[in-house]
């Protein structure tokens, strides 16, 4: 009798075992369980997929040896894109070894670089050695033959391999939403790159435009040529969803100000890097180390008077700046050092808007000026200012590089924080109104406010967006510097604001996801190395010989 109950038992079981899997089979679903919820895509990630209608291949290069802090970047990646897959079955990846066996990693790391994916040499710390390894942290996405590249990994100075894979993961569903979005989206903003008034030479803001043009169409729009063809140059004016003006040095005139006003009472979108005080690095080494910063008059103040800010002709000095590089000594016995500029003001993030969120590097600004806010309806959002220990300087003012061997008085650096990038949003009302009209369009009636909300950012520091370029003069990635090698925030936070102000929210705000990941106390695993290893060990003996002693127990028992 027993025998019968048991085979019953057994069949019952696994009737059961296939009802399971065949109901599944029909009722998929995945959970996640983990705080943060790391694991669930986005609103937004999905609505990318979703046109997706053919195979979407992805190829990450995160397969073979490498350091161990990234293997978690590496399993991170993978149930990410598991995620994908498991919302559109179109998503396919694989992990590819980018360094096969008899293959030299210096070589491949040479055809990587000619593919615009720059390797890592990271340090690695282990048993209490130090070495340096080679790292390729991208990916390519491909669909209907055009493809493009996927930086996993997000560089952060003075980072340690543990601390750049936790940002990184941070900020991995949004470069690979961001590049799907590429694939599968066909362009339709404009942005127009304002020429005409002595703006920054096209090398110099080649690498932030580039980029954008992997989503918007670019074109360079002359406004000066509103002088001789003022309608169609209006009219022309207005297909533009967003303006960017970068650095300009000659002042704007009356007419190009009112193109550029009823441009934004249209509903139109501007970026602005403003100086409004003349002065370059280059002219101090020109000039043996001397030059004098002037004001420099644009001829906008009333506009953005109305519109609620004041630039100030004023340098912000600030305790929290970047270095400048100078050289000593001749020839061949030169030498390069490092000193402090109070004149290159470093700013963090407050990370209080999507624009501003997860910007793990400093931005990095040059004799940059100083923003007042003023009271008129406008909703203005402070995006980026100076620390506490500041100084303001007006022009004209001597400018000195001996003041790098001057040790800074603490005492006069109390003018406290100095905003330096602001957004502007809302209904504004024309500078023009009540006043003579400097041009007449014909079929364009003057709009004394905007026609729908609109917003704007102005940034006091029209460097912000420059580039540097290489011996060849080819354009850098923005944000790096070729003489101390650092990598600022600046094209990420241009590339936020422009998002932004082109209605992208949904990418922006993935940014603003929060993912917590576990860091290991390396320093305590170093110290406690011997415990553990005794506990991994033996405990398990431990458990499984009480295991084994009960089994034998219970099983005399129930013989007898």
Known sequence: MKAPQNIKALALGLILFVGINWLASYFYTRWDLTQDGRYTLSETSENILKKAEKPLIIDVFLAGEFPPAFRKLQSETRQLLEEYAAVNPNVRFEFIDPVPENTSAEKVAQQFNQRGMRPEQ????????????????????SYEGKSVKIPLLKKALGASPDELVSRSTQNLEYELSNAFYKLLNPKSK?????????????????????????????????????????????KALQKFDLVVVAKPTEAFTDVQKYALDQYTMSGGKSLWLLDNVAMETDSLYKNNGTAVALNRNLNLSDMFFKYGIRINPVLVEDLYAAPIVLATG?????????????YFPLVTSDEQHPINSNLDNPIRFEYANQIDLLDNGIAKTVLLH??????????PTPISLEEVSLEPNPAEYTAGPQNMAVLLEGNFVSAFQNRVLPLEINGEPFRESAAKRTKMII?????????????QGRPLELGFNKFTYDTYGNKEFLLNAANYLLDDNGLINIRSKTVLLPALDMQRAINERSTWQ???????????????AVFLFLRKRSYR
């Open 122 to 141: 990271v340090q690695v710390r282990e048993n209490g050695k130090v070495s340096q390894e080679l790292v390729f942290p991208w990916a390519t996405a």
């Open 190 to 234: 404009r942005i127009a790159v304002l020429k005409g008034n002595g703006e920054l030479d096209d090398r110099y803001i080649a690498d932030f435009f580039s980029t954008l043009r992997e989503r918007y169409f670019l074109a360079p729009f002359p406004l000066d040529s509103i002088e001789s063809a003022p309608d169609d140059t209006f």
């Open 330 to 342: 001749d020839g061949n016995n030169s030498n390069y050092q490092q000193l402090p500029w109070f």
């Open 386 to 395: 100076s620390s506490n220990l500041t100084k303001l300087k007006g022009t």
């Open 459 to 471: 940034i006091a520091d029209g460097d912000l967006i420059k580039n540097d370029l290489d011996q």
């Open 534 to 548: 005794v506990l991994v060990l033996v405990l398990p003996l431990v458990i499984l010989g009480l295991f084994a």
